[in-house]
T-cell receptor
Framework: GQQVMQIPQYQHVQEGEDFTTYCNSSTTLSNIQWYKQRPGGHPVFLIQLVKSGEVKKQKRLTFQFGEAKKNSSLHITATQTTDVGTYFC?????????FGAGTTVTVRA | KAGVTQTPRYLIKTRGQQVTLSCSPI?????VSWYQQTPGQGLQFLFE???????NKGNFPGRFSGRQFSNSRSEMNVSTLELGDSALYLCASSLGRGPLGDYEQYFGPGTRLTVT
């Protein structure tokens, strides 16, 4: 089963609004990775967080790694139609990379 | 650098047949992982190869197998296909000197397998 849980499963956002997706692990992670998969595409690496409490920004995307290194979040400001897709978090477990179920984002223009 | 390539992109097979999928990693990447993606189960890890050795395996039946060649190219094989094997099969490469989860994965476009 999945070791990493993501919520919400679906996020319907009005263009211009902000939203956040969350990722939770039952165990401490050495790092967490985020990927984006556009409809009909393949997962594309966005970022890796390693340090406790780390915050990284990519333009309108802000990624955070929790202090206990058990949770992470992705916050998108001023959502655009280009943000459509599924966002996955992934963490290492037992020498494998376990992906969350993903948050599928749709945008209303 | 060229990205990860996978062939074929689409495949239709009949139950009971077998299939072989191919993956060419990014030049210099020695780790190749395979994933099965379905709407219901998400991204499920199949196995990882590093320097021609299977380093890790997911919870899939023995019908799923793979190998890696000396040039890091990898193949996966599914024998005795079942309807439930219909999925997008993704391979990903990484530098992978250490454990799989330590490195960012670069995914190929996938092979869409349909079993009828």
């Amino acid at each position: 089963g999945q070791q990493v849980m993501q919520i919400p499963q679906y996020q319907h956002v009005q263009e211009g609004e902000d939203f956040t997706t969350y990722c939770n692990s039952s165990t401490t992670l050495s790092n967490i990775q985020w990927y984006k998969q556009r409809p009909g595409g393949h997962p594309v690496f966005l970022i890796q967080l390693v340090k406790s409490g780390e915050v990284k920004k990519q333009k309108r995307l802000t990624f955070q790694f929790g202090e206990a290194k058990k949770n992470s979040s992705l916050h998108i400001t001023a959502t655009q139609t280009t943000d459509v897709g599924t966002y996955f978090c992934a963490g290492p477990y037992d020498y494998k990379l376990s992906f969350g179920a993903g948050t599928t984002v749709t945008v209303r223009a | 650098k060229a990205g990860v390539t996978q062939t074929p992109r689409y495949l239709i097979k009949t139950r009971g047949q077998q299939v072989t999928l191919s993956c060419s990693p990014i030049s210099g990447h020695r780790s190749v992982s395979w994933y099965q993606q379905t709407p219901g189960q998400g991204l499920q890890f199949l196995f990882e190869y590093f320097s021609e050795t299977q380093r890790n395996k997911g919870n899939f039946p023995g019908r799923f197998s793979g190998r890696q060649f000396s040039n890091s190219r990898s193949e996966m094989n599914v024998s005795t296909l079942e309807l439930g094997d219909s999925a997008l099969y993704l391979c990903a490469s990484s530098l992978g000197r250490g454990p799989l989860g330590d490195y960012e994965q670069y995914f190929g476009p996938g092979t869409r397998l349909t079993v009828t």
